[in-house]
Nanobody, 115 residues
Framework: QVQLVESGGGLVQPGGSLRLSCAAS????????MGWYRQAPEKQRELIAS???????NYADSVKGRFAIFRDNAKNTVYLQMNSLKPEDTAVYYC?????????WGQGTQVTVSS
C-alpha cells in the first residue's frame, strides 16, 4: 500500500534550477531515512542525496554544493532543491527510503538539462 510520487521535473537550461517533490503515503514517513536517486541512460541507479529521520544529510560528490535535500514530516514530503544544473544531471529522479526498498519505487520524474 506504500506509494511514493515524484514531481517537479522538466526541461531546464544549464545553470538553471528545479525543485523536486516526493509525496509519501501508506507509511509512517517520519520514521524512515529517505533518499533521492537518479538513473541516466545506460547507467545504474545511484543515490545522490539522503536525509535521516533526524535531519542529517549526505550527498554524492557529483552534486555536493549544488543540491540540497530536506523534508517536511508534517506533509509527508521530501524535497530536492537542484541549483547550477549541468547536462550530466539529466536523468530520471526517484525517491525512496535509504536503504531503498525495491517495492517502493515510483515512476520517477524526468529532469533534462540542455541548451
Amino acid at each position: 500500500q506504500v506509494q511514493l510520487v515524484e514531481s517537479g521535473g522538466g526541461l531546464v537550461q544549464p545553470g538553471g534550477s528545479l525543485r523536486l517533490s516526493c509525496a509519501a503515503s501508506g507509511t509512517i514517513f517520519r520514521l524512515y531515512a529517505m533518499g533521492w536517486y537518479r538513473q541516466a541512460p545506460e547507467k545504474q541507479r545511484e543515490l545522490i542525496a539522503s536525509i535521516t529521520s533526524g535531519g542529517s544529510t549526505n550527498y554524492a560528490d557529483s552534486v555536493k554544493g549544488r543540491f540540497a535535500i530536506f523534508r517536511d514530516n508534517a506533509k509527508n514530503t521530501v524535497y530536492l532543491q537542484m541549483n547550477s544544473l549541468k547536462p550530466e544531471d539529466t536523468a530520471v529522479y526517484y525517491c525512496n527510503t535509504h536503504p531503498f526498498r525495491t517495492t517502493y519505487w515510483g515512476q520517477g520524474t524526468q529532469v533534462t538539462v540542455s541548451s
